[in-house]
């Protein structure tokens, strides 16, 4: 994959903002109240998450219903990709009618071998930019997999240890809510939404839950243990897949002295599926 090392330094630019309607839309899904939606009114940083979509037009699809390769990402020679982690840094707050503009630039493309066979990792770094200056940067790990041969879609890593709880929420993905997060993304990779695929396609068990819907409800449940406290920074890592209808459980620990916490998402088995290091003060 020597060849893919040309795409490095690649950039470009969307322009977004956070607008009243997605907000109200956001607020819904996460089942609260609309939230104060007049022009310049705070809202959670992390609802950057639904802004910046990549709106190919149909024609650009692949089969995964994501956007083709080779237009912005390099044209990997790997099907099934997925989400790995991502770094967040939150720096000055996130309001209605802001206007943004994100920059993204593929900084790394690393190709591996994993217990799947051959992976390809793109890194990306998103800079978010507001009339003040950086709001927020992101930086992502997209993995790149062969294709499924009907053994399972991915060999998940031995449970990893989890610390002691502070509190633990009950989190139950139906596909309804994939559906809504999927929509409010505009993010059309059908093993969130089309169970045939999902299985047959890419050897799931059922349809899989985003990992941008895991985190931001993990985030939104941890703030709710913080009232008045300050999102700073969230490294996230997706450990296992999660799969929806089946019980899954939000968890965190208590801050320590900077205001770190552990915060992770349960499988069905009490496996972790999804942790997150975030600093909350």
């Not at 990402?73 to 943004?100: D, E, H, N």
């Not at 050897?203 to 999102?231: E, R």
């Amino acid at each position: 994959m020597e060849e893919l090392q040309g795409w490095v330094g690649r950039a470009r630019e969307v322009a977004d903002e956070m607008s009243a309607p997605a907000a109200r839309r956001m607020a819904a899904m996460l089942d609260q109240a609309a939230p104060d939606l007049s022009p310049g009114a705070a809202v959670p940083p992390f609802w950057l998450a639904i802004l910046f979509d990549d709106a190919q037009p149909q024609s650009r699809l692949g089969a995964d219903g994501h956007p083709e390769k080779g237009e912005f990402l390099p044209p990997v020679p790997l099907p099934r990709r997925m989400l790995a982690g991502r770094r967040l840094r939150y720096l000055s707050p996130l309001r209605i009618g802001q206007p943004l503009t994100r920059k993204s630039e593929i900084t790394a493309i690393t190709p591996k071998e994993g217990r799947s066979g051959k992976l390809c990792f793109v890194t990306v770094l998103h800079t978010v930019t507001g009339p003040d200056g950086v709001v927020a940067t992101e930086e992502q790990d997209i993995a790149y997999r062969e294709a499924s041969t009907g053994g399972g879609a991915t060999k998940p890593e031995a449970p990893a240890p989890k610390p002691d709880a502070a509190w633990r929420v009950p989190f139950n993905p139906d596909p309804v809510l994939l559906f809504r997060y999927s929509a409010l993304c505009y993010n059309g990779h059908r093993i969130h939404y089309d169970v045939d695929y999902a299985r047959d396609a890419e050897g799931y068990p059922g349809l899989v839950v985003n990992g941008g819907l895991s985190t931001t409800m993990l985030l939104d449940a941890a703030m709710k243990q913080a009232p008045g406290a300050t999102l700073h920074s969230a490294d996230v890592r997706t450990m296992r897949p999660l799969t929806c209808n089946r019980p899954a459980t939000l968890a965190g620990t208590a801050p320590d002295e900077q205001g770190s916490r552990t915060l992770w998402v349960e499988d069905e088995t009490g496996a972790m599926a999804l942790r997150i290091q975030a600093r909350i003060s």
